[in-house]
């Protein structure tokens, strides 16, 4: 069964320095997600991506963070200049169309900011 | 108000027991929902989706009031392999082609031996 895969599963970094969380979404499917869960806290969407732009984003997505397809199978995000407050695990999630259908997430990336 | 809300519990119950989980949303214009469960440090794993006629899959059953705004997750039999956080989740429409889901803070089930 395909799945959507995430790299790496941890990385950590000091404050200030920039990372990039790769994701290779479900093959045949057509929107893209991040999402992130701060440890304790509840799953929270970050920002929605098709046809190799952005369709959604939340009020986290600021300017620190960028999204990128920039082949036909890898999706990722960059956060410019972490910041102490951006430690969470990352998720990515893919679905082939937007009506009614269900997302399916990645492992997740542990960012740990130090 | 939060937009997705779950009573955070524990729920201890015993192997075998019926468990049920309820959840209530805000946004009445939502059009898609779902259970899905999360192990502790995993991804969210989509369960099942849930129909305003109600479904079941197996031991699960999930039910959906439109006019309450409220959404039901029953487990029968009880496993050891239950035991997860329950996520009760709302895709709404938006603006954009794409749409985003909301989630719940969880329901943590533990099923005892």
């Known amino acids: 069964e395909p799945e959507v895969t995430q790299t790496p599963s941890h990385q950590v970094t000091q404050m200030g320095q920039e990372v990039i969380l790769r994701c290779v979404p479900i093959s045949n499917h057509l929107y893209f997600y991040w999402y992130r869960q701060i440890l304790g806290q509840k799953v929270e969407f970050l920002v929605s991506?098709?046809?190799?732009?952005?369709?959604?984003k939340s009020e986290i997505f600021d300017d620190q963070f960028s999204v990128e397809r920039p082949d036909g199978s890898n999706f990722t995000l960059k956060i410019r200049s972490t910041k102490l407050e951006d430690s969470a695990m990352y998720f990515c999630a893919s679905t082939p169309r937007t009506v009614h259908n269900e997302q399916f997430f990645g492992p997740g990336t542990r960012l740990t900011v130090l | 108000r939060k937009e997705v809300e779950q009573d955070p519990g524990p729920f201890n119950v015993p192997e075998g027991a019926t468990v049920a989980f309820n959840c209530t949303y805000s946004?009445?214009?939502?059009?898609?929902f779902f259970w899905y469960r999360q192990d502790c440090r995993k991804e969210p794993k989509l369960l099942m989706s849930?129909?305003?006629s109600g479904n079941e899959d197996g031991r699960f059953t999930a039910q959906l009031n439109r006019a309450s705004q409220y959404i039901s997750l029953l487990i029968r039999d009880s496993k050891l392999s239950d035991s997860a956080t329950y996520l009760c989740v709302v895709n709404n429409v938006s603006s954009g082609s794409a749409r985003q889901l909301t989630f719940g803070s969880g329901t943590q089930l533990t099923v005892l031996p």
């Open positions: 946004n009445s214009a939502s059009q898609s």
């Open positions: 991506f098709y046809n190799n732009e952005i369709s959604e």
């Open positions: 849930v129909y305003s």
